[in-house]
């Protein structure tokens, strides 16, 4: 693969927003990406392997959990420093930045907000250093954009919970030491469970053959007959309003993460293009390809302010489930859009793994489906406005 | 031990470089600024100095409030205090009294420069640094070793190296080779949590006086583009009647 020489585009000298802190925290992630990411990346995603030897690094450069309080692990940073991070991870590949949101805002998140201190204490500071991996299961076979139709369930045994069930589509599932698991108790309510590795009953079979996010182990939980302790039910909320408010905090990840795999297929393809030359110019002296270019950052300078004030909303805890939607099926459409016509202005070059763009268009085709797809966030955006819910 | 690193902030290697006023000052609109390079292969020698035999280090920068990022991510790094002399530094000889100044005032056994700035280049600082306050130097540092009061330090020469032996205090202007691009660090988490709380100091500049001032700024003609020759008779050709090199 090409020596990473990225530079991020910054039309609207946006870092003018940004704290000396954040700009610190962005370029600490943007350096160990292009010395400990970039070069080991293309090659994982062609062996389909998640590249475990830099879940230290990830915790190093503050990605799990940097908003959860200092006293779990976490570096109590606000949200705007953790989109920051996001954007960064997600430059370098769409998959690395989906292992860390998982473990932040899918695992991190719901142990500290609905945990109980005895589990923050037993699960977090582990998930911050890297040392447990964890994994979220919502999506089931049958499942996928109505999680409130669930099967997964658990009866209560006196002295235990019996789970029963299977998720599908489980990002770090594979590896994962840890999984915040959902599931029906025996009156049809949601509840999360914290389900270890090891519990009898419980496996996690990897799924193969993705065209995407093949640097990212994907899979199954099975639960059959697994005993989950009681002390393992997140107890301070129920209801699929839980799940949902993980998925928040994932989404605004995402939403920042989709500019950074744009800024890079932008940046690449900019390069290409003043270097490659045609009929006696540079591509990027013709019309049709600066429409592109152009195009791009424009596209991209839109969908940073739109995650700088989402981020301005979230530290104020004041940013609603539909606002967050808009920016993460904005932001993520846009990248992908952006990867498609950067991978065309890179002629043949462009479907080779010499250059990331072809990685990050197809890992963006997971990226606009999981955490809500592309039309379900239309959808969100629409109940919002009109009052009328078109889900069903 | 008690080190104090010169830290001098400096345009990103890969920043436009533009300059303003009739080519008279340096355009910093849209410019990223860093720690000079060599200045951080001297602080991550200086962080080594402080884990593998307790030493104490200082960074500091002449400069106006905009290079307090700068020394900020030297702390994340692991330096564990900061001082900027506020003053516009545009001249080598008034920056190395300052500085001169500082490392008299903290009883610094070893002070650490860059063999040379990478925005203007002066390549004195740190010589001025040690004859302002009588230590010895050693400039173009490549390898640095102190036990006690005496220092081993490696010198690089036109096509080869001098060892050196020499005693503290000492004034180094270092290089690649005091450690490896390899070994340079990258601020971890909890080194940026921890810089937050550490004292960075800024002192009002004694005795300013600007001995040289620059008059004009000329960037390097453009590159010409590049002629690919196939053959070597057409290279002879080409280099002894076109470029009339041979
Ligand atoms: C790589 C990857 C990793 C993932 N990681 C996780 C994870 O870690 N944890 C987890 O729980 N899940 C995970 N998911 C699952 C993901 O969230 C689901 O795939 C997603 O929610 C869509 O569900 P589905 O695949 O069942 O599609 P479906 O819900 O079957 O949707 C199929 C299509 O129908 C459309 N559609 C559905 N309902 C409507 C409607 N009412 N109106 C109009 N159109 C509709 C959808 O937009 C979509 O285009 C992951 C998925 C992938 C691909
Ligand atoms: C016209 C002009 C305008 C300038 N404008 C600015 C400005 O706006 N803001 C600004 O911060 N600086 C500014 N500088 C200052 C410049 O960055 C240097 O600090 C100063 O000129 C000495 O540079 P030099 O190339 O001679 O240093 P050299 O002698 O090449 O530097 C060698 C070493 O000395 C140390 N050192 C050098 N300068 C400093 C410093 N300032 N603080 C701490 N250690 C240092 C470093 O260790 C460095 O590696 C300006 C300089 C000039 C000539």
Known sequence: ?392 | MKILVCISHVPDTTSKINFTEGDTKFDTNGVQFVINPNDEFGLTRAMWFKEKQGATVHVANVGGPETEPTLRKALAIGADEAIRINTVATDGYSVAKQLANVAKEGGYDLVIGGRESIDYNGGMVPGMIAQLTGANFINTCIGLEVEGNNATAVREMDGGKETLKTTLPLVIGGQKGLVEESDLRIPNMRGIMQARSKPLHVKEAVDISNETASIQFEKPAPKGAVKLVDNVEDLVNLLHNEAKAI
């Open chain 1, 1 to 392: 693969m090409k020596p990473d020489l990225f530079e991020a585009p910054d039309y609207y000298n946006l870092d003018d927003l940004l704290t000396e802190e954040h700009k610190l925290i962005r370029d600490a992630a943007r350096a160990w990406v292009k010395r400990d990411v970039s070069p080991i990346i293309e090659d994982a995603a062609q062996k389909a392997e998640f590249p475990k030897s830099i879940i230290p690094g990830l915790a190093e450069i503050g990605a799990f959990g940097p908003y959860i309080p200092v006293k779990y692990g976490g570096a109590g940073l606000d949200q705007i420093s953790y989109g920051l991070i996001m954007q960064e991870i997600e430059r370098g590949d769409s998959g690395v930045r989906s292992t860390a949101s998982v473990q932040s805002s899918l695992v991190m998140y719901p142990i500290w907000k609905y945990g109980n201190e005895a589990q923050r204490q037993k699960y977090l500071p582990k998930l911050a250093t890297g040392e447990w991996m964890g994994s979220f299961g919502l999506t089931e076979p049958d499942f996928g954009s109505n999680p409130a139709g669930m099967v997964t369930n658990f009866k209560d045994k006196g002295d235990h919970y019996l789970l029963n069930g299977a998720k599908l589509w489980i990002s770090n599932s594979p590896f994962c030491d840890v999984a915040v698991v959902w599931a029906k108790d025996e009156s049809g309510r949601i509840h999360g469970l914290v389900v270890e590795r090891g519990m009898e009953g419980f496996t996690t079979p990897e799924t193969h053959n993705k065209w995407s996010l093949r640097a990212s182990a994907t899979g199954e939980l099975l639960f059959q007959d697994v005993k989950v302790p009681k002390e393992n039910l997140l107890p301070n909320k129920s209801g699929l309003g839980a799940p949902l408010g993980c998925l928040d905090s994932a989404r605004f990840g995402i939403a920042w993460g989709a500019i950074g795999a744009a800024m890079d297929c932008y940046d690449t393809a900019l390069r290409y293009a003043k270097e490659r030359i045609q009929f006696g110019k540079p591509i990027a002296a013709f019309q049709l390809q600066q429409k592109k270019l152009a195009e791009m950052i424009t596209e991209i300078t839109k969908a940073q302010l739109l995650a700088f004030r989402l981020g301005q909303l979230k530290n104020e805890d004041r940013a609603t489930s539909a606002q967050i939607s808009m920016a993460k099926r904005n932001n993520v459409d846009m990248a992908i859009k952006i990867a498609r016509e950067a991978r065309q202005m890179l002629g043949g070059m462009g479907i080779t793994g010499e250059y990331s763009i072809m990685r990050h268009m197809m890992n963006l085709e997971s990226v606009i489906t999981y955490e809500g797809t592309h039309d379900i966030h239309l959808l969100i955006t629409g109940l919002d406005i009109t009052g009328h819910n078109a889900f069903k």
